[in-house]
């Protein structure tokens, strides 16, 4: 196991307001594992990515009963055990490559920064993850390169030291969708040989489902719902996994769907005592608003919500 998480809460408390983005988050991540994460914009996911990495403001509390990657507990590390955890076990992919590129040193100066190597070690790299002129690239600076060349440089540089978990935060928003499916085999290529599991986040609904053995759908800072990936599309147990996939069983349209589901999420000022979602919910009973769902098991996964349309969750409930 390289990620145990249980009761996973996160607050920022700014002023006299708090916002509550993760609220008792549970999920797993076996070795080698592929894990996805989709959910509207605001749902929690960045937070939950960044917090594994405990790359949060200080603003952020952190709360949790378990919460452990790479064996070690990472809400107790002292600041260099963290940074041991950062450099050996973790490494990130965000969405903007040009942002985690340092803008003042040419690509093999911040590469050997990663791992000190020669130049013939740093090409290899870089041809491994598609980039025809290696040379060239090792000697250029971050504003010389494309979106897509950019972004391989990160997927080459994040796996340098073999890390164990790849957090991949949209990491192809920046890209034309051309190079979507590229870049992304390639880095999920890259992690299958040095047996590092994924955590992907992103909006690309069909790219996750291409890419990942299991997803969590979230939404309001809890995880609704999560499933192997083909029980999630063949039987989504949550109604805003339904709305999010589509009407129609193993319909991909992401995006048409969602605006389709009348109102937004709520902004979480503290964890509330119904279901988050009970305001926007088609199927919405007067408990949804009186009672929080727990996790119901169901085929591949789990779901929380007191009332889903699956005749084998009804029975437990
Ligand atoms: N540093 C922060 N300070 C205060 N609130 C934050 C901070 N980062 C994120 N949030 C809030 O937490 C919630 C979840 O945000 P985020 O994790 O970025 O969602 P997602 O990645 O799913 O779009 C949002 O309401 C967001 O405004
Ligand atoms: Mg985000």
């Known amino acids: 196991m390289i990620v145990e998480i249980k009761d996973l809460s996160v607050r920022f408390s700014t002023g006299r307001t708090a916002l509550q983005a993760l609220d008792e988050v549970s999920f797993r991540i076996e070795q080698g594992a592929r894990i996805g994460f989709v959910g509207e914009s605001g749902s929690g996911k960045s937070t939950l990515a960044n917090t594994l990495g405990r790359l949060l403001p200080t603003s952020a509390v952190i709360e949790a009963t378990t919460f452990s990657v790479g064996g ?121 040989e040095i047996g590092a599991a994924v955590l992907f986040v992103s909006h690309d609904l069909p790219l996750v489902r291409h890419y990942c053995d299991k997803i969590c759908v979230m939404y309001a800072g809890r995880i609704v719902e999560q499933r192997k990936t083909a029980a999630l599309f063949s039987s989504p147990a949550h109604p805003y996994s339904r709305a999010l996939l589509g009407a129609e069983p193993g319909a991909a349209k992401f995006g048409e769907r969602l605006v389709a589901i009348p109102g937004v999420p709520p902004a979480l000022y503290e964890p509330t005592n119904q279901c988050a979602f009970a305001p926007r919910c088609p199927d919405a009973q007067i408990a949804c608003s009186q009672r929080r769902p727990e996790d119901l098991t169901v085929d591949g996964g789990c779901a929380k919500c007191l009332f889903p349309n699956t005749a084998e969750l009804r029975e437990q409930a």
Not at 146 to 159: D, F, K, P, W, Y
């Open 72 to 192: 070690q507990a990472v809400n107790q590390l002292s600041s260099k055990a963290l940074r041991h955890l950062r450099r050996d076990t973790i490494a990130y992919i965000f969405q903007d490559p040009m942002a985690a590129l340092d803008p003042t040193m040419a690509i093999a100066r911040q590469m050997r920064l990663v791992l000190s190597e020669d130049d013939a070690s740093l090409s290899d790299r870089l041809v491994g993850v598609g980039i025809r002129d290696p040379q060239r690239v090792l000697s250029s600076y971050p504003h010389q390169l494309s979106g897509g060349m950019a972004q391989r440089v990160t997927i080459a540089m994040a796996l340098m030291r073999r890390p164990r978990l790849l957090i991949a935060d949209e990491p192809t928003a920046a890209l034309d969708a051309s190079l979507k499916r590229e870049v992304m085999d390639l880095l999920f290529a890259r992690c299958a």
